[in-house]
């Protein structure tokens, strides 16, 4: 059998030599010179690039705020309108915040209407009141301390029993000037400064609502445009942090075809050259969309059009170029195609 194999193998050997002789044979037998009228001029093949259809019109949308995602209001596939709500987030904590914040706001805003009004009557009585309470005291504990200093003198008393009275006289005293001060501002209105830091309080109260009312926006996703949903990445339930990508949209009326053309053809395409496109199924057949470039990338990146090519290799860089069409029926976003560049 092992013999078998090396006669068959050698026989393939030279029958390879003899169709190499005799093809040298042959190129070397003298051929007649073509005459300049039988001379082709040599047509160089068309520039070709891999391509994908895309919308110029797309947006990845985020929440701004971290939060637990309480409804999503579209699937994928939806077509939405600008402005229309596509998803929300918890905002029970910042509602209660602001329910805080407009409490705050009540009250600062009495607080200040009473300081500009002038105090009212019910608490000028209730500060006299207090000043004939203490004028009281005041007035039993220095009798107090009178009879501890007669006692003392005719040593009916001990000097523990002075000196208690004495301090006591001092803190009532102290207190009577205290609540005099507070009936004569009462008497004779609020202070300037007073009524200044109460408008302040009013004002940051003000603040802090507005604040939370910019931020409770921000708890509702809303649509950039009128668009379509390609991808939906998060599901109900799901906590978001900032930035982190909920919903995908892109506009299917705006297309463009994004060719990406290898870095040693680069700078054979201009702005403006005629486009032919054939989607990858009817790429051999008869159906080409007519476009034109109207955008080159000036910088070189990574390839990122996938095909089916296992030999493929994706370590090249690329330049994007754009087409726009005459016609888009039967393509959609997505799709791939293939780009021949007209001369």
């Not at 006692?151 to 006591?168: G, S």
């Not at 006289?169 to 209105?189: D, I, M, P, R």
């Not at 921000?218 to 668009?227: A, E, F, H, L, Q």
């Amino acid at each position: 059998m092992k013999n078998h194999k090396l006669e068959a193998l050698l026989a393939t050997i030279f029958l390879g030599l003899s169709i190499s002789l005799g093809c040298s044979h042959s190129s070397e037998a003298p051929q007649p010179a073509a005459s300049p009228e039988s001379s082709a001029p040599v047509v160089p093949p068309a520039l070709t690039a891999k391509g994908v259809v895309e919308s110029q019109e797309k947006a990845e949308l985020s929440s701004r705020v971290s939060g637990t995602i309480t409804s999503i209001l579209v699937d994928e596939g939806k077509t939405t309108t600008q402005g229309e709500v596509l998803c929300l987030l918890d905002d029970s904590k910042i509602v209660a915040k602001m329910k805080l914040d407009q409490a705050a706001i009540e009250e600062a805003t009495a607080h200040w209407a009473e300081l500009k009004a002038g105090t009212r009557l019910e608490e000028i009585d209730r500060a006299r009141s207090e000043v004939k309470r203490v004028k009281a005291m005041q007035h039993q504990a220095e009798t107090e301390y009178d009879r501890q200093k007669r006692l003392y003198e005719k040593n009916a008393t001990t000097l523990v029993e002075l000196e208690k009275a004495e301090e006591k006289a001092k803190e009532t005293s102290g207190a009577l000037g205290e609540v005099n001060f507070e009936l004569e501002k009462l008497q004779h209105g609020s202070r300037k400064e007073e009524i200044e830091q109460a408008r302040a309080m009013l004002e940051k109260a003000e603040a802090e609502l507005n604040y939370d009312r910019t931020l409770l926006r921000d708890y509702t996703i809303t649509s950039p445009m009128n668009g379509l949903v390609t991808d939906k990445l998060k599901n109900v339930g799901e906590t978001v942090d900032v930035g982190i990508p909920i919903l995908r949209l892109i506009n299917p009326h705006k297309l463009r075809i994004r060719a990406e053309l290898e870095e040693g053809d680069v700078g054979k395409v201009k702005v403006g050259q005629s486009a032919t496109v054939y989607s990858a199924e009817d790429v051999h057949l008869d159906k080409p969309f007519v476009g034109e470039v109207y955008q080159v990338l000036p910088a070189l990146k990574r390839k990122s059009i996938r095909n089916f090519d296992p030999l493929a290799s994706y370590d090249v860089n690329s330049e994007n170029i754009y087409v726009r069409l005459k016609d888009w029926s039967a393509l959609k976003s997505g799709m791939s195609v293939l780009v021949r560049f007209e001369k």
